[in-house]
């Protein structure tokens, strides 16, 4: 479905169906130089079984229009009008590396009286999310070079372990950066590099909170996101198998069941 805001129109995966006021709606948000399709099995999955669904894609990312967002603040605050002009209400709020900046910033900034958040789920999650000087480099001058780059450093391995046959998740991954507007890659990594308000939200974020980790994760390693959720009274952390920061990818089925558990608990 396509939501309006200011005559912009953005772009959101729901599954065929239209939001019901009536049903919890899961919201995902996806990484740097990605799309909503990262998130095809597991958004198709609660689209199927009893919630809304958004699947979004950010500004300026596929099939949104508008400009891209510099920011994590912006991104959050986008997403909370997005929310309300799709009218969703006990939603759940689920983002994969910046995407889980994202929905951890726009959780902190939720107004109770208009909506209630149920969780918050953040998947390949770090915090700072510091980006090396060489990879900032090639995603300003060489864009192709920096999907190559982390392409291959989130990755377990670059051959074998495949979910399904004929199935090559880098190639995926590349081609979907490829797909999206070249500028996206250096403005989404300056986005996340310069991100200082994590802490801050955490303190203002009262929900249960899950962190999903690869164990292999180069990007973000899964210690930080077990360090964060020691923090959290009201968080717990499940780490997965033979993955690294892309999981979605890696492991479709472990991260749903991961989301399945939580938000279904």
């Known amino acids: 479905m396509h939501i309006s805001l200011d005559k912009t129109q953005y772009y959101a995966y729901t599954g065929t169906h239209k939001v019901n006021p009536q049903l919890e709606t899961v919201v995902f948000v996806h990484g740097a130089s990605m799309d909503h399709s990262v998130w095809s099995h597991q958004s198709r999955y609660f689209a199927y079984h009893g919630y809304n669904v958004l699947a979004v894609d950010l500004p300026g990312h596929r099939l949104s229009q508008g400009e891209l967002l510099s920011s994590i603040e912006d991104m ?21 590396s910046m995407g889980a900046l994202t929905v951890l910033e726009a959780a902190s900034r ?30 300003r001058e060489n864009p192709s070079k920096a999907y190559s780059m982390m392409t291959q ?33 250096y403005c989404n990594l300056q986005a996340c590099h310069h991100y200082t308000g994590g802490e801050q ?65």
């Not at 605050?77 to 006990?90: G, P």
């Not at 980790?213 to 964060?228: F, I, N, W, Y």
Request: charged residues 25%; contains cysteine.
């Open 76 to 96: 959050a605050r986008w997403l909370i009008n997005i929310l309300e002009s799709a009218d969703c209400r006990s939603i759940h709020l689920v983002g994969h």
């Open 153 to 185: 450093w989130s990755h377990a391995s670059r051959t074998g372990g495949e979910p399904v046959p004929g199935f090559w998740s880098a190639g995926m991954q590349m081609s979907m950066m490829e797909n999206n507007n070249k500028d996206a890659i």
């Open 110 to 139: 939720f107004n109770s009286d208009m909506r209630d958040l149920e969780s918050l789920s953040l998947v390949g999650f770090c915090y700072p999310m510091q980006v090396a000087p060489t990879l900032m480099k090639a995603a």
């Open 201 to 265: 939200a955490f303190r203002r974020v009262d929900c249960p909170v899950l962190f999903v980790s690869g164990k292999l994760d180069k990007m973000a390693p899964a210690r930080l996101a077990m360090q964060e959720s020691e923090k959290n009274r009201n968080a717990k952390i499940e780490l997965i198998d033979g993955c690294g920061h892309n999981l979605m990818f890696e492991s479709p089925d472990g991260v749903l069941d991961s989301l399945r558990r939580f938000i279904c608990r």
